[in-house]
C-alpha cells in the first residue's frame, strides 16, 4: 500500500482537514520530543490531528486492519522519546481535542478532552475556585493525555500523588477501534479490574487515551515557600522529618538540591543566588494551606526552631508571590539549560527509598569521578517521594553514553529502585527495562500487550525490545 493511498483513505474516513501530508515542516515538529532528535524522513505516511473520539477510533480501526504502525503525540515535552516515531507510521497527534467538557464542584471532577494542556486545566480548576495540583516545568506546552499516558509526576507528588492518582476515569480507543468508555466520576469502583490504571503509564503503548476525568481539590489560601541550606544528607532527613510533623498535610514539596546543582542554577544562569553559594546541601520547602497569615508563622516557627536546633544553617523565606516564583525558579533551572550551560546532558530520574537518596547519590558522584574525572554531574530531586535526577554534561566528551547509563543503572538495581521514576522508557531506556523489572513482569506486561494490541500496531519501539512477543 502506497502512502499517498494511505493518505487518501484516511481522507475520505474522517475529511481531508483532519489529515496532512508529511511536509518538511511539520515533519521537523513531530519527529522530536524535549529530549530525542529523530529523524524526518523515518517515514511518516500521514499526520492525523482528530476533533473527537470517533475519529480517533475510525483511523486505528483502518491502521489496524491494514497493520500500519500508529505513533500517538501529545504536546512532545516527553523526556524518553516515547513520542518519536522510529519507523513508517501514521501520527496521531491530540492537539485539537483541547476541549475542557465540564467541572463538577461537588463531586470535585474536572473531565477534558485529551489535548488540553495542563497548564489549561490548572486555570480552569482556579477560575472554578478549585486546585488541579499537578505541575511541572513543562506545564505551558505538555498535555493531559501525554501526562495521564507518562504517568507523570512533578512537584507536589509528596502531596498530592502521581498523575496516576489524579484520574478517576479515562475514555481510550484500543489498537482496533474499540471505544473503552471508563469515564467515571467516581472514587470507590470495585467492580473487577480497574481498567482506566491499564493507560496510565502505558506511553501509549496499549491505546489512545481521549477523555480524562480527574480529581480536583480545594483551592489553597496560602502558599509559603522557602530555602534552606543544610550541612548533609542527615540534615536533608532530620529537617524533613521536621516538615513533616511540623506542617502535617501542609507540606507540599520538598525539593533537594546538591551545590553544583544550585551554582547552576543560579549563578550559572546570571542569576543572584537567594542563599550563598558554598553550603553542603539546599532544600526548597512549599506548604499549601488555607489560613494565610497562620500559615507564615507556622511555617517561619518551623524553620527557625530548625536553625535553633543547628539542622538548617541558613534560609530564606519569601515574603511575597514573586519573591516565591523568583525561590521556584532555581529549582525550574533544568527548563533554561538548554540554552547552553549544561547541554548535551545525559539526565537519569531513578528512585530508591527516600533514607537511601543521599547514599545513592555519593555512589553514584564517587563511581562517575572515578571512571570518568572529566565528566560534570549535578544531583536533584523530589527527595521526600524518592525521586533523584541526575544529569551529566556530556559536551565535549567522547565517552559512550551506554557505559554511564550501565554504571548508574546497575547501582540503582543494587538499590531495588526504579531507572524510571517519572519520566518513562520511550525509546531511550529499552535496554535497562530488564535493571528494574524482572523477566516474569515483563512477561506479563507483553501478554497484556499482546491481548490488547495483538498486531503490535500502537507506538512499536517503544517499551520493549521490539513489537508483542510471537504468539
Ligand atoms: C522543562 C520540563 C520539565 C519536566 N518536568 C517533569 C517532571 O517534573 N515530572 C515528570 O514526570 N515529567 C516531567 N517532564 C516530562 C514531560 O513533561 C512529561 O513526560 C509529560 O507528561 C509529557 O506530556 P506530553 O503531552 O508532552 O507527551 P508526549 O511527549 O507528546 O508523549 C509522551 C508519551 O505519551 C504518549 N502519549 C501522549 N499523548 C497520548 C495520548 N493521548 N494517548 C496515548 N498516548 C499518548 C506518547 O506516545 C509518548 O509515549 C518535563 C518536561 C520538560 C520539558
Redesign the pocket.
Known amino acids: 500500500m502506497t502512502d499517498g493511498q494511505v493518505l487518501e483513505d484516511l481522507a475520505a474516513l474522517v475529511g481531508a482537514d483532519v489529515v496532512l501530508a508529511p511536509d518538511p515542516a511539520l515533519l521537523e515538529k513531530h519527529t522530536s520530543?524535549?529530549?530525542v532528535q529523530g529523524k524526518p524522513d523515518v517515514g511518516v505516511m500521514a499526520l492525523v490531528f482528530p476533533r473527537n473520539t470517533g475519529q480517533v477510533s475510525k483511523v486505528l480501526r483502518y491502521c489496524n486492519d491494514h497493520g500500519i504502525a500508529v505513533?500517538?503525540?501529545?504536546?512532545?515535552?516527553?523526556?524518553?522519546?516515547?513520542?518519536v516515531p522510529v519507523g513508517p507510521c501514521v501520527i496521531i497527534?491530540?492537539e485539537r481535542?483541547r476541549s475542557i467538557k465540564e467541572i463538577d464542584t461537588a463531586a470535585g471532577t474536572i473531565t477534558v478532552e485529551?489535548?488540553v494542556?495542563?497548564e489549561a486545566v490548572q486555570k480552569a480548576a482556579d477560575a472554578a475556585e478549585l486546585f488541579f495540583p499537578l505541575?511541572?516545568?513543562?506545564?505551558g506546552?505538555?498535555?493531559?493525555?501525554?501526562?495521564?499516558?507518562?504517568?507523570?509526576?512533578?512537584?507536589r507528588v509528596l502531596r498530592y500523588g502521581?498523575?496516576r492518582d489524579l484520574v478517576l476515569g479515562v475514555e481510550?480507543v484500543l489498537a482496533d477501534g474499540t471505544v473503552i468508555d471508563a469515564l467515571r466520576k467516581v472514587i470507590k469502583n470495585n467492580s473487577g479490574y480497574d481498567l482506566r490504571q491499564l493507560?496510565i503509564g502505558?506511553?501509549?503503548?496499549?491505546?489512545?487515551?481521549?477523555q480524562i476525568v480527574l480529581r480536583l481539590f480545594p483551592k489553597p489560601r496560602s502558599s509559603c515557600t522557602g530555602i534552606c541550606a543544610v550541612q548533609d544528607y542527615a540534615g536533608v532527613l532530620e529537617l524533613l522529618r521536621r516538615a513533616r510533623s511540623g506542617f502535617g498535610a501542609l507540606l507540599s514539596a520538598y525539593e533537594v538540591m546538591w551545590p553544583d546543582f544550585y551554582q547552576m542554577g543560579t549563578a550559572g544562569l546570571g542569576r543572584k543566588p537567594p542563599l550563598e553559594l558554598g553550603h553542603g546541601v539546599y532544600v526548597l520547602i512549599e506548604t499549601l494551606g488555607t489560613d494565610p497569615e497562620g500559615d507564615q508563622a507556622r511555617y517561619e516557627s518551623v524553620i527557625a526552631e530548625a536553625i535553633e536546633a543547628g539542622v538548617v544553617q541558613d534560609a530564606i523565606i519569601a515574603q511575597s508571590q514573586r519573591e516565591a516564583t523568583e525561590l521556584w525558579a532555581v529549582r525550574?533551572s533544568?527548563?533554561e539549560w538548554s540554552k547552553g550551560i549544561h547541554w548535551p546532558q545525559l539526565g537519569f530520574?531513578v528512585s530508591v527509598p527516600t533514607g537511601e537518596i543521599g547514599p545513592l547519590a555519593e555512589e553514584i558522584g564517587a563511581e562517575l569521578r572515578r571512571r570518568w574525572p572529566q565528566l560534570v554531574s549535578v544531583f536533584f530531586g523530589?527527595v521526600a517521594d524518592g525521586n533523584l535526577h541526575v544529569s551529566v554534561r556530556m559536551s565535549g566528551h567522547d565517552i559512550p553514553e551506554l557505559d554511564i547509563e550501565n554504571a548508574v543503572y546497575g547501582i540503582v538495581a543494587q538499590r531495588r529502585g526504579s531507572i524510571s521514576?517519572?519520566?518513562?522508557i520511550?525509546s531511550l531506556k529499552i535496554p535497562f527495562l530488564h535493571f528494574s523489572r524482572s523477566e516474569a513482569e515483563i512477561a506479563l506486561m507483553r501478554a497484556i500487550k499482546n491481548a490488547m494490541d495483538p498486531k503490535g500496531i500502537m507506538?512499536p519501539g517503544?517499551l520493549f525490545t521490539s513489537g508483542p512477543a510471537p504468539h
Open positions: 520530543d524535549y529530549c505513533q500517538p503525540q501529545g504536546g512532545l515535552t516527553g523526556l524518553a522519546g516515547g513520542a497527534s491530540l481535542m485529551a489535548g494542556a495542563m505541575d511541572l516545568g513543562g506545564r506546552s505538555c498535555q493531559i493525555g501525554g501526562n495521564v499516558s507518562t504517568n507523570a509526576g512533578g512537584n502521581m498523575a481510550a493507560f502505558a506511553e501509549g503503548t496499549l491505546g489512545i487515551v481521549t525550574d533544568p527548563g530520574d523530589h521514576a517519572e519520566h518513562g520511550g507506538n517503544k
